[in-house]
């Protein structure tokens, strides 16, 4: 016996019939965006306009009941940030509905359903090819964009390079949108330092670090030497959690 709950977005909740068509069928039909380890992507054509559904890995028997009882789950979150995000005037694809799945125990499987966005390139496009066409410009803007983040307080935990969608707009200048957005922290202020702990993880590469620092000094008047070393610490420290996570899983496997 399961139990299936769901919520629209009121623009949307005409299609309602339609979406529960593409859940119901979700691992027969659509178009696999994106496999990975926890979480697997696809796209379904609705009425002419291209739809991201997002199926979360099935929670253990710990997580079953969190998610049932005492948090809410990764679909939902992802749902009510995607609309935060849009009313704070932050871009992020579209939100359309979430759907959860329960079972006697708790959880057993949640979706996130959002407007899919054709985008030019994401920021790791800008870490490992550094001579893209407009790196400098499109890294500046994109620093405008985490400090106007960060002025209205929002901190996104994953912050990561494949999680910022950047699209060339009309005027020639770029536009960002938010993805994966089940970690999210909004607060009345947030410190340098918190500020530059969020940035950690989008480059190892100090030049950028750099451009990022003196342009984010720039639009925060703080001192430029301050924000670098700031950020550099926090970008050396998270680089050394991640080498020595993966020297872990690498020696596991023998």
Excluded at 42 to 67: C, H, Q, R, V, W
Excluded at 103 to 108: A, E, R, T, V
């Amino acid at each position: 016996m399961s139990d299936m709950k769901n919520l629209f977005s009121p623009y949307f909740q005409f299609l309602d019939s339609e979406i529960k068509v593409f859940i119901n069928n979700y691992d027969t039909t659509g178009v696999l965006f994106s496999d990975g380890k926890r979480n697997k992507i696809k796209l379904f054509d609705l009425e002419g306009t291209k739809i991201n559904i997002k199926s979360f890995k099935a929670p253990n028997l710990i997580n079953k009941i969190i998610y049932k009882y005492f948090r809410k789950s990764k679909a939902k979150r992802s749902f009510e940030y995607a609309n935060k995000l849009l009313d704070y005037g932050v871009g992020t694809p579209e939100p359309i509905a979430y759907f959860e799945n329960f079972d006697f125990l708790g959880l057993k499987e949640s979706y996130y359903i959002s407007e899919h966005l054709q985008t030019d390139l994401t920021f790791r496009e800008l870490v490992k090819i550094p001579d893209f066409p407009d790196h400098s410009t499109i890294l500046r803007q994109f620093t405008q964009f985490s400090f106007g983040l960060h002025e209205k307080g929002i901190e996104f935990l994953d912050h990561s390079p494949g999680n910022t969608l950047i699209k060339k707009n009309s005027e020639g200048n770029y536009d960002f949108f938010l993805v994966d957005l089940n970690r999210m922290n909004f607060h009345d202020k947030i410190s340098l330092e918190s500020r530059m702990k969020n940035l950690s993880r989008l480059t190892p590469k100090k030049q950028m670090i750099k451009e990022i620092a003196t342009e984010y000094a720039k639009l925060s008047g703080e001192n430029p030497d301050l924000v670098f070393n700031t950020l550099w610490k926090y970008t050396c420290e998270f680089q050394l959690n991640y080498l020595r996570k993966k020297r872990i899983k690498r020696t596991l496997k023998f």
